[in-house]
């Protein structure tokens, strides 16, 4: 009950102090509209080439999109953690009874309704582009999405914990940003790429998010990709949410 | 006097790449209910590690400690209801207005929000805060700053207050306005405990306070019984040094029954007497007697500061620098 009352206090608390961010806000919406805007026109004349029919270009690049989204705005969370602590926040509010799981899901939280609403926006625009939504798998597919950004953000938020610092902390987000993306065929499916990629890609939680997504916004509940997406993401995001409260138990020197 | 802080032998040392470093080393500390407590020492010396530890931030790693009957190490949530802390950062939100940051606060100590609003408003009218609390905390002064962390310190009428550094970076006025809303808090019966490493904030509004140096404490008791441990009062002697007449002073006024310690500093005498100004008389006689001019002649009672440099050699104004780090 009091986690619960907590983690509405520092939910309310984050909100408040993104939306009084503007620049924040303007980067958020952006950057996705950036990617349908100028990435998929190149991608329809690719696209007969590769074997997809130019009408199911959205069908593969709209999810990937999302999932994008999702695991950037996880990832990036830590940030504003590092900030937080260089500012004493983090210590203030560890200072005071409040639930210390709350202390780190409440922001969490907030970051999942603000791409909730970003996320509302892109595909409002790509149904203005012929997009067809399949409600039921839409509405599975946020689920996802809400696992894959929770535990990139219980991640990062954690890993700046340990860090403390912004050099340490941007070294190695930014190591790991750059091969999970390349190797999850986040922009084009992994299926294009040659065997060695498609056996690594295995090992990438990325992967499995971006394969359901795709099968998820056609609608399609029984290719395997979906229960494998859950299946990888559901475990994983449960432990590293334990890991990052246990962090944030423990002393942060 | 009912101690509300009490360690025994408190220690704590931090692994870095060059070995570890013990920051804490047997720390012993009595507080009594009602006190303003003071930590003094030199940047490094292991004040703020200590304060950490007793605040719950930080874990203990051998010896005891107790806040306000509750042991630290065993139960920290029932010791983090009970006292306020305000870091060196203060850490308040900057996009969030004055009031705000109160009433989450308040909130997070568990009160409702009609008890935790009618308190902010409040501490904004005890802590002078109330003419700008609505304005973001981005907009506000040094000194507005630090009344707000304070604020925050408080919202919860914590038993015990730690702060940490209170004063660093405000003006002389803004500190003794700090100074007064120190001890107000104190008539209203919160125990205050600080660390500082200004001699003025310790002499000042410290009722007791603990040297600590090095990681251990060097010397403990109310500022007038630690400056009376010190040899008296210092005289300081300026001369014109012609013929040897510095030499001949030196020899004669060692010889003097009240002179304690003598020490030479260019063509200056440095020498602690039991009594300054029943000295005086007396060595300006001698002087005079012996033809020996004076340039000029000071008496000042001792400070803090030869507090510290009687039990550690160093002064505490040199001392900062040598030991900031080996500690960090």
């Known amino acids: ?253 | 006097m009912e101690a509300i802080i009490s360690t025994t032998d408190l220690r704590k040392q931090f692994h870095s790449r060059r070995g570890a470093v013990e920051a804490v080393r047997g720390v012993s500390i009595e507080v009594g209910r009602g006190e303003i407590f003071g930590f003094l020492g030199p940047n490094g010396a292991g004040k703020t590690t200590t304060l950490r530890m007793l605040t719950t931030l930080l874990p203990i790693d051998s010896g005891s400690a107790t806040v306000a009957g509750i042991d630290v190490a065993r139960r920290p949530k029932q010791v983090r209801s009970r006292i306020g802390y305000v870091s060196q950062l203060g850490g308040a939100d900057e996009l969030a207005t004055g009031r705000e940051n109160l009433i989450l606060q308040g909130r997070l100590y568990g009160g409702d929000l009609a008890s935790v609003s009618s308190r902010a408003q409040l501490l904004m009218e005890i802590l002078d805060i109330n003419e700008f609390a609505d304005r973001r905390v981005k907009t506000y002064s040094g000194g507005q700053r630090r009344r707000l962390d304070v604020a925050l310190g408080i919202v919860h009428e914590p038993e015990v207050l730690f702060l940490d550094e209170p004063s660093t970076g405000l003006d002389p006025q803004n500190r003794a306005h700090l100074w007064d809303h120190v001890r107000a808090l104190r008539s209203r019966g919160t125990t205050i405990f600080l660390t500082t490493h200004y001699l003025e904030e310790a002499d000042v509004l410290c009722d007791r306070l603990m040297i600590m140096d090095h990681g251990q404490i060097v010397a403990e008791g109310t500022p007038r019984d630690l400056k009376r441990q010190v040899s008296g009062d210092s005289v300081l002697l300026s001369l014109h040094d012609e013929g040897g007449a510095l030499a001949r002073a030196r020899l004669l006024i060692s010889a003097e029954p009240y002179v304690r310690e003598l020490t030479t500093d260019g063509d200056q005498l440095r020498l602690y007497v039991e009594d300054g100004s029943a000295a005086l008389p007396g060595l300006l006689r001698l002087l005079d007697r012996e033809r020996i001019a004076l340039k000029s002649i000071s008496l000042s009672e001792p400070t803090l500061d030869d507090v510290f440099l009687h039990q550690t050699g160093r002064s505490l104004r040199d001392a900062g620098t040598n030991t900031t780090e080996s500690a960090a």
């Open chain 1, 1 to 253: 009950m009091k986690t619960f009352r907590d983690t509405g206090l520092l939910f309310h608390r984050y909100t408040l102090q993104m939306l009084r961010n503007p620049v924040w806000l303007f980067v958020g919406f952006s950057s996705p509209i950036l990617y349908l805007a100028l990435f998929t026109p190149m991608l329809k004349h690719v696209a007969p080439t590769l074997g997809v029919r130019s009408g199911g270009v959205l069908e593969i690049f709209l999810p990937g999109i999302l999932a994008l989204l999702a695991f950037a705005s996880g990832i990036s969370m830590g940030f504003s953690t590092i900030f937080e602590l260089q500012a004493g926040v983090i210590e203030r509010f560890r200072v005071t009874p409040a639930s210390r799981f709350a202390i780190l899901i409440g922001p969490i939280l907030s970051g999942l309704m603000m791409m909730a609403v970003f996320d509302a926006v892109v595909v409002a625009i790509a149904v203005g582009v012929g997009f067809q939504v399949h409600w039921l798998g839409l509405a599975a597919l946020a689920v996802l999405l809400g696992l894959l950004a929770a535990l990139m953000a219980a991640f990062s938020t954690a890993t700046a914990l340990v860090t403390r610092e912004i050099n340490s902390f941007a070294a190695i987000i930014n190591g790991l940003n750059l091969p999970i993306l390349l190797l999850a065929g986040v922009l084009l499916p992994i299926s294009f790429g040659p065997v060695w990629m498609r056996v690594l890609a295995h090992f990438n939680p990325l992967y499995y998010a971006v394969q359901a997504s795709r099968a998820l916004a056609t609608g399609t509940f029984g290719a395997p990709a979906v229960w494998q997406g859950f299946a990888v993401l559901a475990p994983l995001c449960a432990l590293i949410i334990f890991w990052a409260t246990r962090v944030f138990r423990k002393a942060v020197a």
